[in-house]
Structure formats: structure tokens, C-alpha cells
């Protein structure tokens, strides 16, 4: 096991954790993602803008809060408390759809599970780079990621055999279940980051939602993964508008739809777990940084000409299953192993702005120029027009791969000159 995987004996126990910690986390959004969807389609794909706006403004809310938090409690304590008040969440959510059919519930419910999903795997990743060093995470976070994905397979399948059984709304009791037991398995997490004496994590985090932004333009290196990230939501809006104006198109009837989105997830997430468990290790160690970063904005450039030439549901279902599949398993662990080169600070205030603030506000200003767009053109005119954007995405790429390669150069030059005094002696 340790040649397929080359995870040492010690390494087995946390692994595991966050393997599992991951899983039932996305267990738990996947089995919520095809309503939220589905959700999408039904308020219009024209107005799908004002629910990234909305999403956006909801996330610079919270963000705050959550620094101010930061500051007050330590972080084994704080995270397990933002699960539970998510699990809280889902309750009402419950109760609302159970008693009320208020059509401002799906617009809520919408936009609260896109910034649920954004946050939790945001604090998923900051407390991974704390437990796990630079070269842990080019070989762990391929088996850890996996843990997301398998979860991703395991939720849809719950979906698929019980929602006509039970219902749609008690799936989310069965969601909040998952949840639950993810933040069970981060507390396992907890306890093994206390064995190792990262004593780190008990030190409350200063800082804030400016403080976040602040660190991000001081630094050269934090502001390239900014540009990287921004660029990137930008092509992922721009697929997703492409998505739902295609599938409202195709089929007239929300159970198709929801099946569609169902089927999708099942290819993405299967090939994703494929790739996670035996290719991300040796890609991110043999290929490098460098080749991760740039992977998928090369697939994008090409999905995009693909739906220029044809807006079929087949080449759409091709470009997202090529782009998804190789976004989660190959770019996003490189987008976090990233991270693994800044300070604690960097990790949760800078960070959590750019997967969060940054992330969404890309979103938004995406969707009204999309919108703005397809006022003025066809979807396969937008669609040759998103091609420059993935050739500069690329490029923020390659920087912030040659970027990543000089700390790491720059950190074991000076551990060697701190070592090499104590050779002499």
C-alpha cells in the first residue's frame, strides 16, 4: 500500500481523518447540489447574475464575521463550531421547506449553499496546510482530495435512491447526518495535530476581511494565486451561464434536468476519484507545479472553441466532465499546496478572502458581463470571446507555479545556511 499510495506509517492516521473528514463533508453538499441547481434553472438562466451578486454580498457579510471570530477563539475549537452552526442551518432550511412555499426559499436556499460550499472546503484546506508540509501535500493531497470525491459519488447516489422514497426535503436531514460526522472526523483531526504539538492552532488568528486584503497586495506571490483564482471563476461563471442557457434549452421538464445534473456529477466525480487516488501524486511530484497550474486553463481554451463550433448537450456534457474532473483532481490540490508556503496569517485571513470575497465577487462582476454579453451576442460568440481569458488564466498560472518554485528555492536555501553552522561545529 505504501508503494501504490507512498503515504509512510505515520502519515496513515491523519490522512485518514481528513480522508473521511472530506468525504462525509461533501457527502453532505452533494446530496443539497443537484436542488440548488435545479433551483437556478427554475428563477431563469437570464437572471442567474443576480443570484451570484446576491451570493457575493452575502459572502462579504460573513466574512468579516468570521475574522472577528478568528480573533476571539482558537481554531480546534472555532471550526467544529462553524460545522455545527451549518448543521444548524440545514435544520431550518428543513423546517422551511416542510411548512412554507415562499418563492423567495429557493433563492435563499441557493445562495446560502454557495456560500456554505465555498467556506467549509475554504477551512477544509487552510487547516490541511497547517497539519500537512509542503512536501506532504504534493503527495497526500491526491488521496485526501479523493476523500471529497468519493463523497461526491456517495451523495448523488443518496439522492438518486431515496428522493423519490422519502422525499427531497428529508434528504437534508440526512445531509445535516453527514455533516455531523464530518466534524467528528476533523475533532480526530484535532487530536492528532495536539499529538504532534502543533501547538499553533490553539493561538487565536488576528486579522479580518482587510487585513486578508491587505496581506494579498503586499505580497507579489498572494497577489498572482489572487489572479489566478480570479481568472479562474471567471471561465467557470462563463461555463456555468453557458450550461444553464443549453440545458433550459434541451429539455423542457425539471425531472430531466435534475437527471441530467445527476448524470453529470456521477461522470465527473468517478473519473475525478480515478485520477485523485493514482494520477495527482505523480503528476504534481514528476510533471511539477507548473504543468498543474496550466493543465486545465488548456482544456478550457479548447472546451470553449468546442462549444463556439457546436452548442450540443454532448460537447457540453464532454467540456464539463474534462474540465470539472481535471479541476478538482489535478488544479485545486496544486492550488493548495500554494498555500502551504505562506504564514498562518496568509493561510486564514488572506486565503479565506481569496477563496471566499475574491472568489465570489468574480463570480458576480463574470455573470453581469456575461449577462452584458449575451445581450449583444450568441453563446458561441461568448464562448470564442472566453478564449483570451483562459490564455491569461494560463499565464497566471505558469507565474504563479515559477513563483511557488522560488519560495520553496529561497525556504531550503536558508535552512541550509541555519544548518550548516551547526556542521561545522
Given at each position: ?58 459572502m462579504?457579510?460573513?466574512?468579516p ?23 444548524f442551518?440545514?435544520?431550518v ?60 459519488i ?11 422514497q ?17 466534524t ?31 496581506l ?33 434549452v ?31 501524486e ?20 479548447f ?11 454532448v ?27 505562506v ?45 483570451p ?37
Amino acid at each position: 500500500m505504501k508503494k501504490v499510495f507512498n503515504i509512510s506509517n505515520e502519515e496513515w492516521k491523519p490522512t485518514m481523518a481528513s480522508f473521511c473528514y472530506f468525504f462525509f463533508m461533501m457527502s453532505s453538499y452533494f446530496i443539497l447540489r443537484p436542488v440548488r441547481d435545479e433551483m437556478g434553472i427554475q428563477v431563469g438562466a437570464e437572471n442567474m447574475q443576480w443570484l451570484f451578486t446576491g451570493t457575493f454580498i452575502t459572502m462579504l457579510l460573513i466574512v468579516p464575521v468570521f475574522g472577528y471570530l478568528m480573533k476571539r477563539y482558537q481554531r480546534q475549537k472555532l471550526i467544529p463550531g462553524i460545522y455545527i452552526f451549518f448543521c444548524f442551518n440545514i435544520l431550518v432550511f428543513y423546517f422551511l421547506f416542510s411548512t412554507l412555499k415562499s418563492p423567495l426559499i429557493p433563492v435563499i436556499f441557493f445562495i446560502w449553499l454557495s456560500v456554505f460550499n465555498l467556506f467549509v472546503i475554504s477551512i477544509f484546506w487552510s487547516f490541511n496546510a497547517d497539519i500537512f508540509s509542503s512536501d506532504q501535500a504534493k503527495r497526500l493531497y491526491g488521496p485526501i482530495a479523493a476523500g471529497g470525491s468519493s463523497g461526491a459519488i456517495f451523495g448523488p447516489i443518496i439522492t438518486s435512491f431515496l428522493a423519490g422514497q422519502i422525499g427531497v426535503t428529508n434528504l437534508l436531514l440526512i445531509s445535516v447526518l453527514l455533516l455531523g460526522l464530518a466534524t467528528y472526523c476533523l475533532k480526530q483531526l484535532i487530536k492528532h495535530a495536539s499529538i504532534r504539538e502543533e501547538r499553533k492552532l490553539l493561538a487565536p488568528i488576528k486579522g479580518s476581511i482587510w487585513e486578508g486584503l491587505k496581506l494579498m497586495i503586499q505580497s507579489p506571490y498572494l497577489k498572482q494565486i489572487g489572479l489566478f483564482v480570479l481568472l479562474y471563476t471567471c471561465i467557470s461563471t462563463f461555463l456555468y451561464f453557458e450550461q444553464a442557457h443549453i440545458i433550459s434549452v434541451a429539455f423542457a421538464d425539471s425531472e430531466d434536468r435534475t437527471s441530467y445534473f445527476g448524470f453529470r456529477d456521477l461522470l465527473v466525480n468517478s473519473s475525478t476519484l480515478f485520477l485523485q487516488f493514482f494520477i495527482t501524486e505523480r503528476i504534481l511530484r514528476k510533471a511539477g507545479i507548473i504543468f498543474c497550474l496550466i493543465l486545465v486553463p488548456i482544456v478550457a481554451l479548447f472546451g470553449f472553441l468546442s462549444l463556439g463550433i457546436s452548442q450540443s448537450v454532448v460537447v457540453l456534457l464532454i467540456v464539463q466532465v474534462l474540465y470539472r474532473s481535471l479541476n478538482f483532481s489535478i488544479q485545486r490540490p496544486s492550488r493548495e499546496v500554494l498555500f502551504t508556503k505562506v504564514s498562518v496569517q496568509e493561510k486564514y485571513n488572506a486565503k479565506n478572502f481569496i477563496d471566499t470575497a475574491l472568489y465570489r465577487g468574480g463570480d458576480a462582476l463574470s455573470g453581469w458581463l456575461f449577462a452584458g454579453l449575451s445581450s449583444l451576442a450568441s453563446l458561441q460568440v461568448i464562448s470564442f470571446l472566453a478564449i483570451p481569458i483562459a490564455v491569461v488564466w494560463g499565464i497566471a498560472g505558469l507565474r504563479s507555479g515559477k513563483l511557488f518554485n522560488s519560495q520553496t528555492f529561497n525556504l531550503d536555501k536558508k535552512e541550509l545556511q541555519h544548518d550548516h553552522p551547526k556542521k561545522s561545529a
